[in-house]
């Protein structure tokens, strides 16, 4: 399935990996409104997508030499004639679209290359997992401007802690590649010839997961992560895993590992020969190669 818009790009392979893409390299994947209804609109779909068992997990990437590099100046120039409410309502969609990427039920998976600056950030705090070219650099650039990272602010608070959190937002610094691996926002540093390489290890790796059970997880860490304390939080952790071990999925991957094959969801097909499967179960057992 494709599904192109003027400045973005989805794309669904036969694995039900979706590949969202920012598509306007000659403004550096800018931000404006356009951008950000289409990103929504596609979001809306991925969410149905992913609730439907077509999608297993979402790829998000831009084209061109750079991310994104946050808000398109031309957008900002007409900001500048913008009420309060003409404002509030911009800021409630880019909000929106945040919302949707941290709370789609399959896993993300964010591509940096180059930079990702102000709003980019944001996109890249609210993935599972994000992979980055050596070379990549981040920057909550808000505040030379005189504005703040106020939308995108929970999530990457969120990836970073509250004490770097005021460092980065308060100096706008320009972090490194290695910076943003060491503060917790980017999971892995690829050099830029093996960044598409390292994204399609990892899809590999989420494809081997059972969707049932990310899903799962993924909604009961979000729980765990508002409340984790709480009685209800404690029920939900009982309640997950008693559903799942009964559950179809549940049921066939227990017995595919005590039977050492492969579960019914994972995929085939190697060019070495040894498949996809059979290697990642052997990582389950501890087994060598």
């Avoid at 990437?61 to 957008?75: M, P």
Wanted: charged residues 30%; glycine residues 6%.
């Amino acid at each position: 399935m494709v599904n192109d818009i003027s400045h973005t790009r989805l794309v669904v392979d036969d694995r039900g990996v979706a590949r969202l893409t920012l598509d306007r390299p000659e403004v550096h994947n800018a931000f404006d409104d356009a951008l950000i209804g289409e990103l929504n609109a596609h979001l809306e779909r991925l969410h149905a997508l992913t609730e439907r068992g077509e999608v297993r997990l979402v790829v998000l990437g831009s084209d061109g030499k750079h991310f994104s590099a946050g808000a398109d100046l031309n957008g900002m120039k007409r900001m500048i004639d913008y009420s309060f409410d003409d404002n509030l309502k911009d800021a409630r969609e880019l909000a929106r679209l945040m919302q949707q990427l941290d709370a789609l039920p399959c896993p993300t998976l964010c591509r940096v290359q180059g930079a990702a600056y102000g709003g980019a950030v944001g996109l890249a705090a609210c993935c599972d997992v994000v992979i980055a070219a050596n070379k990549a650099k981040f920057c909550l650039s808000e505040v030379r401007i005189g504005l703040s990272p106020a939308v995108i602010s929970p999530y990457v608070q969120r990836a970073i802690g509250p004490r770097q959190m005021r460092r980065y937002a308060l100096t706008a610094e320009v972090i490194d590649a290695a910076t943003a691996q060491a503060l917790g926002l980017v999971h892995e540093v690829a050099e830029g010839a093996e960044l598409d390489t390292r994204v399609d290890q990892m899809i590999d790796r989420l494809l081997a997961a059972s969707p049932q059970a990310q899903r799962a997880t993924k909604a009961l860490l979000a729980q765990v992560a508002r409340d984790p304390d709480s009685d209800a939080t404690v029920d939900a952790t009982c309640r997950t895993i008693s559903e799942l071990r009964v559950s179809r999925e549940g049921q066939e991957g227990l017995a595919a590992f005590f039977d050492k094959r492969p579960p019914a969801w994972q995929r085939t097909g190697d060019a070495n020969g040894e498949r996809d499967d059979d290697r990642d179960n052997k990582e389950q057992r501890h087994e060598p190669d």
